[in-house]
């Protein structure tokens, strides 16, 4: 897995205006395939009227998954040059969709390309990245009596504390860098007086 990627803040749109033909970019961050063709199934239905919903996605925090469609645009002037911003700006786990409502002016080839790719550039501008990074997690099972100083001591020492759920014991999840897990064993154990347990869990990503 990679150590850390980074993708859109926030879905949102922003529009651009060329010769008269508005560009909206709708961005969202997107787990899956099936995500990202809701999302651009969402778009399409909200802008039944306008003439191209061209879209990109790239998924896998190594980007391995890369679709582009020009939907109806001259052949490699909109889902490419859209697909190629998101590469470029190193974003991933992210769809975009730019529709096009057409203002009487043809733009050319070059005038597309340009106009859909800084579509996508601009949103992303607006819109923000935050950059995620790989996590093992870890459940940390303690007494009710010394749960709340503990999550608190999380919390200052700057852990990603994740999910408290109480019952006969409380149980912290936390997310810890790889490198970091025999530190904080040996820091709960120290903290606790060693009355805590700790179990370790599979990987996940989580805000830097």
Same mark, same amino acid.
């Given at each position: 897995?990679?150590?850390?990627?980074?993708?859109?803040?926030? +879905?949102?749109?922003?529009?651009?205006?060329?010769?008269?033909?508005?560009?909206?970019?709708? $961005?969202? #961050? +997107?787990?899956?395939?099936? %995500?990202?063709?809701?999302?651009?199934?969402?778009?399409?239905?909200?802008? #039944?009227?306008?003439?191209?919903?061209?879209?990109? &996605?790239?998924?896998?925090?190594? @980007?391995?998954?890369?679709?582009?469609?020009?939907?109806?645009? #001259?052949? =490699?002037?909109?889902?490419? #040059?859209?697909?190629?911003?998101?590469?470029?700006? %190193?974003? !991933?786990?992210?769809?975009?969709?730019?529709?096009?409502?057409? @203002? =009487?002016?043809?733009?050319?080839?070059?005038? /597309?390309?340009?106009?859909?790719?800084?579509?996508?550039?601009?949103? $992303?501008?607006?819109? =923000?990245?935050?950059?995620?990074? !790989?996590?093992?997690?870890?459940?940390?099972?303690?007494?009710?009596?010394?749960?709340?100083?503990?999550?608190?001591?999380?919390?200052?020492?700057? !852990?990603?504390?994740?999910?408290?759920? &109480?019952?006969?014991?409380?149980?912290?999840?936390? =997310? /810890?860098?790889? +490198? %970091?897990?025999?530190?904080?064993?040996?820091? $709960?154990?120290?903290?606790?007086?060693?009355?805590?347990?700790? %179990? /370790?869990?599979?990987?996940?990503?989580?805000?830097?």
């Amino acid at each position: 897995m990679q150590d850390q990627y980074r993708t859109v803040a926030r +879905a949102g749109v922003h529009e651009i205006e060329i010769n008269k033909s508005r560009f909206l970019c709708a $961005l969202a #961050p +997107a787990a899956t395939e099936e %995500e990202a063709q809701a999302f651009i199934a969402r778009v399409r239905k909200e802008h #039944p009227t306008a003439r191209h919903h061209c879209f990109a &996605y790239v998924l896998g925090a190594d @980007g391995s998954v890369q679709k582009a469609s020009d939907d109806g645009e #001259p052949s =490699g002037t909109a889902g490419v #040059p859209m697909l190629q911003m998101l590469v470029r700006r %190193e974003v !991933r786990y992210v769809v975009a969709v730019v529709t096009r409502y057409f @203002g =009487g002016v043809k733009l050319g080839a070059g005038g /597309l390309i340009r106009a859909y790719g800084g579509a996508v550039g601009e949103a $992303l501008d607006v819109l =923000g990245t935050v950059t995620r990074r !790989r996590f093992r997690l870890a459940t940390v099972t303690v007494d009710h009596q010394r749960a709340g100083k503990l999550e608190n001591d999380l919390r200052a020492t700057g !852990r990603a504390v994740r999910e408290v759920s &109480y019952g006969a014991d409380v149980r912290i999840e936390v =997310g /810890l860098p790889e +490198a %970091e897990v025999e530190g904080f064993r040996a820091w $709960l154990a120290d903290t606790t007086a060693g009355t805590a347990g700790l %179990e /370790l869990g599979g990987e996940a990503y989580g805000d830097a």
